[in-house]
């Protein structure tokens, strides 16, 4: 695995790619962009498809522009191909100009010519939407057997992934330059089919201009922490786990993954349910003495709050975390607790909720999740993991990363609470908060991947080393 940097792993949305192609022009004409986006759609198409009859639809704009280049090279390499045009493009403009150098057929704009070929090559509106896809467009994409997508699928809004009225299932989408959050984001990511990413010329010194807050979350975006020659059980961090009386399970599941992915010690407040966890893992500590008591021990400053807790729980031990200082990662029952009261969690360092429990918390995730999850994170100061087949990470700041690496197999009971585990073995390790919640999730799915198709959560902790390996790998 080959370590990548976090310019290359960074995300635009369709706004800032306007600002590329504004500052590119400076020194790279928008029309030899649009060259090589074209040629690079012919590239892929000759590459991954069959030959076969094409049809591009092309609207007026900018991707309309690429689709008629992408025409006019696959005809050059004896492909059968026509042109549809939703509106012509204005001939005084990059993509009229294009449009004017294919020189092949034009067809109607219909479903029946859609039907009629092998493939269509779909240019109609690219990642910048902002309308609802509606009408001709709409049954003319739905009429076809298998579609290329230039950009993005239209109908995709490329920088929440989600669906403009219609959006069509692509066999491939070829996108330029960087990846847009909606490439990265469900549900437009499952509509993509292959995912090309091409180089067009951009110059490097453009990109360094246009400063990006959401990344792809990969190795490279983060760096764990390394262990030295005099590293011990303290250096590498101390996680504490608040334990519950009716659901010892989930804090099980919680240490564990503490010390699979390297916590020098974790330690179970369990108070007067200490049986319920002393016949557990020999390597675990089980601490008796109430919670006032254990956080006089100062070198205890990574807490999780919440696997296992009731709600009566929750509030006896969270404002005490709270009020001394430690750092703190609230989940599951301490969300719960705080149900349609935000603020109460001011004051933590991390929070891991899934849709629902987002939803309990801060109000359902409406059409535009990536700013909801960061609007979250400002308004509680800590860092948002929010769960699912596309966790977004938060911070206050408003950096965002998206994980797709991981596996829908992860969605059974318990494996979030692995996660907090993870990633308070990270923060107690010294990571800051949002890198640590990176890094954790990342590890985790790296983890599912290596579990097999069909693991549950007391699978997990067991491929944490090796995923843990791995990111140590690609960071050179």
């Known amino acids: 695995m080959q370590p990548r940097s976090p310019s290359s792993l960074s995300l635009y949305t369709p706004a800032q ?116 896809v509606t009408g001709l467009p709409v049954e003319t994409l739905k009429a076809a057997r298998r579609i ?56 490097d010194a453009v990109l360094a201009s246009v400063p ?33 009386q009716s659901m010892p399970g989930a804090t099980r599941l919680c240490a564990s993954g503490a010390r699979a992915a390297g916590a020098g010690l974790v330690r179970v407040a369990a108070g007067s349910a200490a049986p319920a966890y002393k016949l557990g893992q020999p390597g675990l500590i089980v601490d008796e003495a109430p919670l006032a008591t254990l956080l006089e021990d100062q070198r205890r400053h990574v807490w999780v709050c919440g696997p296992g807790l009731t709600e009566a729980e929750v509030q006896d031990a969270l404002p005490m975390l709270l009020e001394s200082g430690r750092s703190v990662l609230a989940d599951a029952g301490a969300l719960t607790a705080c149900t349609g009261q935000p603020d109460k969690l001011r004051g933590v360092s991390v929070i891991t909720p899934h849709t629902g429990e987002f939803a309990r918390v801060f109000g359902p995730v409406g059409t535009n999740p990536p700013e909801e999850v960061r609007q979250a994170a400002r308004q509680i100061n800590a860092v948002v993991v929010l769960k699912g087949a596309s966790t977004m990470i938060a911070a206050p700041d408003g950096r965002l990363a998206i994980n797709i690496h991981a596996t829908s197999a992860l969605g ?47 699978d997990l902790d067991r491929h944490l080393g090796q995923a843990r390996q791995k990111a140590e790998q690609a960071q050179g």
Request: glycine letters at 12%; a neutral charge; one cysteine or more.
């Open 148 to 203: 290329v997508a230039i950009d993005i699928p239209s109908g995709l809004d490329g920088a929440t992934g989600q669906v403009r009225g219609y959006a069509p299932q692509a066999a491939m989408t070829v996108t330029f330059c960087r990846y847009k959050p909606g490439h990265l984001l469900y549900p437009a990511h499952g509509l993509l089919g292959r995912l090309i990413l091409a180089d067009i010329g951009v110059p």
């Open 412 to 458: 059974t009971a318990g494996s979030g609470d692995t996660l907090s585990g993870v990633i308070a073995a990270l923060l107690a390790a010294g990571m800051p908060a949002w890198e640590a919640a990176c890094a954790g999730v990342w590890l985790h799915g790296e983890a599912g991947l290596q579990s097999g198709p069909w693991p549950v959560a007391e």
């Open 212 to 244: 990006a807050n959401t990344w792809q979350n990969e190795p490279g975006l983060w760096k764990l922490p390394v262990l030295g020659a005099q590293s011990n059980k303290y250096t590498r961090g101390v996680v504490s786990i608040c334990a519950g």
């Open 17 to 132: 790619m306007g600002e590329v192609d504004r500052l590119s022009a400076v020194n790279v004409p928008v029309s030899v962009l649009m060259e090589h986006a074209g040629r690079a759609v012919a590239r892929a198409i000759r590459r991954y498809e069959q030959p076969a009859r094409v049809l591009v639809l092309c609207g007026p704009g900018n991707n309309g522009g690429d689709g008629y280049v992408a025409a006019r090279y696959l005809a050059a390499m004896g492909w059968p191909v026509a042109v549809a045009e939703l509106v012509p493009p204005k001939a005084n403009t990059d993509a009229g100009r294009a449009a004017a150098a294919f020189t092949g057929p034009r067809v109607p704009f219909t479903p029946a010519e859609a039907a009629r070929v092998d493939l269509v090559v779909d240019a109609v509106f690219g990642a910048g939407l902002s309308r609802d």
